[in-house]
């Protein structure tokens, strides 16, 4: 025969189960706050650790400057020079996630009818290397890795790797931030073929400004043509001064036992022809630079929307092909005979970037 169960006993056996549902969903909301928890805290302190690599490498240049011979002249293949570089002045890429920009945040930083120096340099980037997997950049000015650059569409997207360059503290600090797959150095390129020291002014713009980054953007050392001018950035920014430690372009990527160099971005507020006469030609190999230069007229005005003549004479030299040039003062130049470039500069196939959007501009018939 069965036997009757107390009266309480399905009650007190349901009461018990809920009792411990609600006990176990507790017990994963602490354990996935307590999950959130740590990771904040993690983020927190990888945060931490990031800014204090970038204050140790400050530190380190600090060290590095009671080595005078940093101050010239020293090849820029020389076995010192490259080991200081490797060990003192380049921080690993990271193998963290990438921290970037928002993209609302660096939107509004891009004229959205697309003529702009950064379209520019950006439809030549992806026309010469739209098709290559992998290859090595150099990005100076790099800002802080997100905003204008022009190297990030290369490494995110297409597996590359190189060096980006830096020389505001600043800016180096949010560059570290970042997380990008590529080393980083907080210098400037020397003007010539030795390492130097010079002392650079720094922009920030007023703290209610929308548009800080181009402030940033406009650091230069005193000896700059662009020092001391009228611009507006100039005129309304607070300024810092600090001497850094500047070295040959070739330097950067020898430290590295690179000798081919698939892209070279240079942007550094003045003497960006002295650098490009600076580079050893017959040691290293670049395929493709975008190069922003504003040089001297004869009447000593600064000119950024001409073709300087002697330039182009001074890299055909060199066996380049002055391919684009944009009306802020960018140039593209690629390698003649570089097999892999040889089909995409047939002139036929290559259409002008301003060409390209004139025609896509054009009302339809």
Partial sequence: MCQSR?????????????????????????????????????????????????????????????????????????????????????????????NLSPPAE??????????????????????????????????????????????????????????????????????????????????CIARGPYPQQVTFEFLEGPPDHGLLWVYRSNSRSIDSPFFGGGDHWSKTANKTYRVMQCLPLASYFLALNVKTLDFLSLDIQGFEADILRSIPYDKVKVRVMAVEYYYVEDDGRLSMSKVDPKLVRFMESKGYVLVDFDPEGNYIFALKDDPQLKDKLDEKKYVKYYTMLNNRNKPKQ
């Fill in 6 to 98: 107390p009266a309480g006993t399905l009650f007190n056996s349901k009461r018990l189960k809920m009792i411990l549902s609600r006990q176990k969903v507790n017990a994963i909301v602490l354990v996935s706050l307590s999950c959130l928890i740590l990771y904040l805290a993690w983020e927190r302190k990888l945060k931490v650790v990031l800014i204090e690599t970038a204050q140790k490498v400050q530190e380190q240049l600090m060290v590095v400057d009671d080595q005078s011979w940093l101050k010239g002249p020293i090849e820029a293949d020389d076995p010192r020079l490259l080991k200081v570089i490797k060990e003192k002045f380049l921080i690993p890429p990271s193998t963290l996630p990438y």
């Fill in 106 to 187: 660096t939107k509004r930083y891009y004229p959205s009818s697309n003529a702009s120096s950064f379209h520019f340099i950006d439809y030549n980037v992806k026309y010469f290397f739209g098709d290559q997997k992998t290859g090595i950049f150099l990005d100076s000015g790099a800002l802080e890795g997100d905003i204008f650059s022009n190297s990030l569409w290369l490494e995110k997207e297409r597996g590359w790797t190189g060096i980006l360059v830096e020389v505001d503290p600043n800016n180096f600090r949010h560059l570290v931030l970042k997380r990008r797959k590529s080393w980083l150095s907080n210098t």
